[in-house]
């Protein structure tokens, strides 16, 4: 187990508790709570940009009171198919979930496969809900990061580099490590920022949702490359969420391509517009 951390090359250590505090006898994790203020801020920023997709704010409740149990469940169910080894002389294990042991990967898919449901049941537009769940998706894994930072995990090889990450055990000994976690908490937090003025000048539904897929497939396709928790494709050689990342980056950056330079969009079709079309009084 590793206590301090430190960053050397900016001159910062810490020492955080993973625990914030004792409520009617039972421990509240940094963890847990980090995770919590990055839901919060992703549903808060989608309910604020409804509007502007087509949507309404009941919308996106109404899809999360599925989506959120649905992502949970696949992205343990993702890190469990994947690391079996773990699981396989007790499978009951599987689901002792307080545990730890959830893949975000899995949580996007999950989530994906419920809003495509939903949609279909609300009859509401797939690709523009997508399109909004997408900027939340940046805004819920850039701050989730920071409770590996808390828990000291999901980072990778050792590295002498400036931007180092120091992880001090009982004994005092000190590796220094490539923080993972911070790479892919800055390039989610640039991503963010970027597509969320991108989606306002986007021209058909489900090209804010491409870029997502674009952006985060290539960060997390390099970034994972330097972990040394990676999930193994069936005793393979090849990173799963590495090989997933790169992936969509490809399939995603193709289709953008193709609807950029072979098709031409018609602003009328987007549903935000045809919602308003349908709304506005007749003359």
Sequence with gaps: ????????????????????????????????????????????????????????????????LVATPTAIVCARAYYCIFNWSLFADNPISVLY????????????????LAIIICTKIKKISCLALLDLTSLGFLIGQSIGRWGNFINREAFGAQTDSFLRMGLTDATGQTIYVHPTFLYESVWNLIGFVLIHFLSKRRKYDGQVA???????????????????????????????????????????????????????????QLYVNRIAAQEAPEQ
Excluded at 29 to 55: K, P, S, T
């Design 210 to 268: 491409l870029m997502y897929l674009a952006w985060y497939g290539l960060g997390r396709g390099f970034i994972e490359g330097l972990r040394t928790d990676s999930l193994y494709l069936f005793g393979s050689n090849l990173r799963v969420s590495q090989l997933l990342g790169f992936a969509s980056f490809l399939a995603a950056v193709g289709i953008l391509f193709y609807q950029k330079v072979f098709k031409e969009h018609d602003p009328s």
């Design 97 to 112: 979930i307080w545990h730890g042991g959830l893949a975000i990967y899995g949580g996007v898919i999950g989530a994906a």
């Design 1 to 64: 187990m590793y206590y301090e951390i430190s960053f050397p090359g900016l001159g910062l250590s810490f020492d955080p508790d993973r625990i914030v505090c004792n409520l009617f006898g039972k421990n509240i994790y940094w963890y847990g709570l980090i995770i919590v203020v990055g839901f919060a801020l992703a549903v808060f920023y989608a309910c604020r940009r409804a509007r502007q997709f087509g949507l309404k704010s009941d919308d996106i409740l109404d899809v999360l």
